[in-house]
């Protein structure tokens, strides 16, 4: 797997105040939705899920 295939694709928040960046950004509307997109991201694009426990989550690919 190349570089550039690897890293932070996407992160999920409900407060868009705590991200900014050049990967895509989801704001969910709960948190409910946010571990749902999460979830479907990471399965879509065979990667991770982490939790940075301040209402962060960001999709990861090792």
Same mark, same amino acid.
């Given at each position: 797997?190349? @570089?550039?295939?690897k890293?932070?694709?996407? /992160?999920?928040?409900?407060?868009?105040?705590k991200?900014?960046?050049?990967?895509?950004?989801?704001?969910?509307?709960?948190? @409910?939705?946010? @571990?749902? /997109?999460?979830?479907? +991201?990471?399965?879509? +694009?065979?990667?991770? /899920?982490?939790? +940075? @426990?301040?209402?962060?989550?960001?999709? /990861?690919?090792?």
């Amino acid at each position: 797997m190349s @570089e550039a295939a690897k890293g932070i694709l996407a /992160v999920i928040t409900t407060d868009r105040n705590k991200v900014t960046g050049a990967v895509p950004i989801f704001i969910a509307d709960s948190e @409910e939705e946010k @571990e749902k /997109v999460a979830r479907y +991201l990471a399965s879509t +694009l065979d990667a991770m /899920v982490h939790d +940075l @426990e301040n209402g962060v989550y960001y999709i /990861v690919k090792h």
